[in-house]
């Protein structure tokens, strides 16, 4: 069975659902997890990024803090349970990428996600989670 479960999550509602949810797997099976949190980019996300250079540290800055609470809420999780859990968090313009990747990278042999996050109901159509199964090599659970 599974041996360790990649938990990426972008801290909306219905991720925290899908990463209770793989960690209670987790401790099912006797696996660990890796939690993980992509982050863009500032200057994937503004069309002339020389001129928003002040405002990068405080990105920087936002971006670590809430990433660092999405994680460790998922390791306090992990713990509470049982689970031992490593946290991840990578900066990639294309998270979908960033998780194919890390799923490779550390050895996951399951990813669970949830169907969407906080980009809200796509249909799964053009969201990172249509992305990773149609990219992975690794089983994914989509968690709904």
């Known amino acids: 069975m599974y041996k360790h479960i990649l938990l990426p999550t972008d801290g909306s509602d219905l991720s925290k659902a899908a990463m209770k949810h793989g960690v209670a797997l987790a401790k099912?099976?006797?696996?660990?997890?890796?939690?993980?949190?992509?982050?863009?980019?500032?200057?994937?996300l503004v069309v002339d990024p020389g001129?928003?250079?002040?405002?990068?540290?405080?990105?920087?800055?936002?971006?670590a803090a809430q990433t660092a609470k999405y994680l460790e809420h998922v390791r306090e999780d992990a713990e509470r349970?049982?689970?031992?859990?490593?946290?991840?968090?990578?900066?990639?313009?294309?998270?979908?990428?960033?998780?194919?990747?890390?799923?490779?990278?550390?050895?996951?042999?399951?990813?669970?996600?949830a169907s969407h996050g906080l980009r809200g109901v796509s249909?799964?159509?053009?969201?990172?989670?249509?992305?990773?199964?149609?990219?992975?090599s690794v089983p994914i659970l989509v968690y709904r």
């Open 51 to 63: 001129s928003v250079s002040k405002a990068l540290d405080q990105y920087k800055e936002l971006v």
């Open 81 to 113: 349970s049982g689970v031992h859990c490593n946290t991840l968090c990578i900066e990639h313009d294309k998270p979908y990428e960033a998780i194919v990747d890390a799923a490779k990278k550390y050895n996951c042999d399951l990813v669970v996600m």
């Open 28 to 44: 099912t099976i006797d696996a660990k997890v890796t939690a993980l949190v992509v982050s863009t980019p500032l200057h994937s």
């Open 123 to 136: 249909a799964l159509l053009g969201s990172e989670t249509l992305k990773v199964l149609t990219h992975s």
